[in-house]
């Protein structure tokens, strides 16, 4: 099984900006949604962790890594989508006119990386890491690729990620059915509730 587990948050994230290849570094909350999301994954049998190269997902992976005493292995294929010229900008400043344009046609943003592109190298991790047999694999990664992992698990085009809300520092399971994948959760945040709220 893969667990896809997405970082914890960033200033730009806090901000309400657009945040693709940038390379900021967790905030002090970001710190403790890492904290928090470690110590829910802690007690599952992770045999390897795969991170994103950027830092934020390069911190969360190393709190998962600590709590459950697996080494942290850098993949590419976890990058965040490329946002390009929209890198950086505040998400609600994007003319509306623009936003329809790039659904309209494939899902690349101006200067940026495709959906398809996006989808393929998802795809080929996604492959490649379930053939691995027993245990857990933890992927840190970010909401694009998380979201087009769930639309490969489920077969349905990339563009359902538009219809996604995934949070920060949320799990999601894919797993390995016996024709094909299969999706088993989706945006799991409960850990990063207060005990006393979970106990109600």
Do not use: Y
Request: charged share 25%.
């Amino acid at each position: 099984m893969i667990v896809f587990a997405r970082h914890g948050q960033t200033a730009p994230n806090r901000d309400g900006l657009v945040l693709g290849r940038a390379d900021p570094e967790l905030t002090e909350e970001g710190r403790r949604q890492a904290a928090l999301l470690a110590a829910a994954l802690a007690g599952e049998s992770v045999t390897a962790i795969l991170t994103s190269p950027l830092v934020r997902a390069r911190q969360t992976a190393e709190a998962v890594g600590a709590a459950c005493g697996a080494t942290v292995t850098v993949d590419e294929r976890l990058l965040e989508i490329d946002w390009g010229a929209w890198e950086g900008r505040p998400a609600g400043s994007l003319a509306v006119a623009d936003v329809d344009r790039w659904r309209a046609d494939d899902g690349t943003a101006p200067e940026g990386e495709s959906l398809d592109s996006l989808s393929r190298r998802v795809e080929s991790f996604c492959l490649e890491t379930l053939e691995q047999e027993g245990g857990v694999v933890v992927a840190v990664s970010h909401v694009s690729p998380i979201k087009a992992a769930a639309a490969w698990a489920l077969g349905v085009d990339g563009t359902v990620a538009w219809r996604m809300f995934l949070g920060l520092a949320s799990i999601t399971r894919v797993g390995r059915g016996r024709t094909s994948p299969v999706l088993l959760s989706f945006n799991e945040t409960g850990h990063l509730r207060p005990a006393e709220a979970r106990t109600r």
